[in-house]
């Protein structure tokens, strides 16, 4: 009897797991087209809409920007708008080989990024990482869907 019991319990449990990452994954495809979408349209607007409202977000990117602070969403905004005045995105492809790494408190998705330089014609090629968590846009409606929001922002040259 105690063994029947164990058995649907563990069955029960797996059963919410299974279905809450299923959720998370389809939340994250979900995010990862609106985060393809924005680069390879250079929108800023499109990009802030990804980044948390009350959180700071840490932008870290290599020359040509040489940025690497911790952002409101208004000043990450400026920021965005600033660089993607600067650039013209060639490429943008989410990494369908490194899948998103589910931590505790939210997963890191990769992405290659390449734009050109317009001041210079200069091409460039980055690796970006994005550590991304799901936040409910409301606190006082639990009910409502959570929204998968950008933490952080890291690039490496390639």
């Known amino acids: 009897m105690e063994k029947k019991l164990f058995l649907k319990r563990n069955y ?13 994954l389809t939340l994250i495809n979900q995010f990862n087209l609106s985060l393809e979408t924005a680069f390879l349209q250079n929108d800023p607007a499109k990009l802030h809409q990804l980044l948390p409202d009350r ?10 920007f040489q940025v690497s602070d911790c952002y409101s969403d208004q ?3 400026l ?17 369908p080989e490194g899948q998103p790494v589910i931590g505790e408190k939210g997963a890191i998705t990769q992405a290659r990024w390449s734009f050109i330089d317009k001041s210079d ?3 460039y090629l980055f690796r970006v990482y994005f550590y991304i ?7 006082q409606e639990p009910l409502k869907p959570l929204k998968i929001k950008i933490k952080e922002i890291r690039a490496e040259k390639r």
């Open 121 to 123: 014609g200069r091409k």
């Open 79 to 95: 920021l965005l708008k600033k660089l993607f005045v600067k650039i013209n995105t060639l490429e943008f492809l989410i990494d």
């Open 12 to 24: 029960n449990v797996n059963a919410a797991v299974g279905f809450f990452l299923s959720i998370l």
């Open 55 to 64: 959180t700071p977000v840490l932008i870290t990117l290599p020359e040509p």
């Open 133 to 139: 968590f799901p936040e409910n846009s409301n606190r």
């Open 75 to 77: 000043q990450s905004f």
